[in-house]
């Protein structure tokens, strides 16, 4: 079942900040955050296991709802760089490697 | 330097026509996948394996096929079936414990 991305796309100026969402119908084991660059390969973040535990680098981070089965990721004060589509991928059972992926949300970080 | 390395970049294919997109990776990794991309659209899984010599289709695997002779190899082989095969491919490689990481990909183009 493929998770579902919310918003679809943002427009932001650099500072400002911003939460992606990514929702499943089934139970998660967990969650990964990916983002990619306009025609380049996927780029992996960060990891979320259920549990609801955040995690975070720099100024992005991700939280874990395992009572709604939806994992947030929040970027704060955002760079230029931030620019992408941002993607997650989910597992339902611990062990299993395949990754259902979302649909993406394209964040466009302006001047 | 460990890492995921697709090739060629870019591949042309004439009508009628199968061409097989290779994939090696050298970081151990058991297992390995085969996603479709197309123009601003998600991830869709064509194939993946978690093991040698033993691999399971994916959601869109219809056209495509694929081998696992060696734990470093997984080619993908667009086979003349894929009546619309023009997409961005991109190979990945993971363990239990260890994210996907993704190779650059080869963009599919028909003649």
């Known amino acids: 079942q493929q998770p579902v991305q919310s918003p679809q796309a943002v427009i932001l100026r650099e500072g400002e900040d911003a939460v992606i969402n990514c929702s499943s119908s089934?139970?998660?084991?967990?969650v990964h955050w990916y983002r990619q660059k306009h025609g380049e390969a996927p780029v992996f973040l960060m990891i979320?296991?259920?549990?609801?535990e955040q995690k975070g680098h720099d100024k992005i981070s991700a939280s874990f709802n395992e009572k709604k089965q939806q994992s947030s990721l929040y970027l704060t004060a955002s760079q230029l760089s931030y620019s992408g589509t941002y993607f997650c991928?989910?597992?339902?059972?611990?062990?299993?490697?395949?990754?259902?992926f979302g649909q993406g949300t394209r964040l466009t970080i302006n001047p | 330097d460990g890492g995921i390395t697709q090739s060629p970049k870019y591949l042309f294919r004439k009508e009628g026509q199968n061409v097989t997109l290779s994939c090696e990776q050298n970081?151990?990794?058991?297992?390995m996948y085969w996603y479709r991309q197309d123009p601003g659209q998600g991830l869709r899984l064509i194939y993946y394996?978690?093991?040698?010599?033993?691999?399971q289709k994916g959601d869109i695997a219809e056209g495509y096929s694929v081998s696992r002779e060696k734990k470093e190899s997984f080619p993908l082989t667009v086979t003349s079936a894929q009546k619309n095969p023009t997409a961005f491919y991109l190979c990945?490689?993971?363990?239990?414990?260890?994210?996907?990481?993704f190779g650059d990909g080869t963009r599919l183009s028909i003649l």
């Open positions: 990945a490689s993971s363990t239990e414990i260890q994210p996907q990481h």
């Open positions: 089934k139970a998660l084991y967990s």
């Open positions: 979320l296991l259920k549990g609801g």
């Open positions: 991928g989910t597992r339902q059972i611990q062990g299993a490697q395949k990754l259902v």
């Open positions: 970081l151990n990794h058991d297992a």
């Open positions: 394996s978690q093991i040698v010599n033993d691999f």
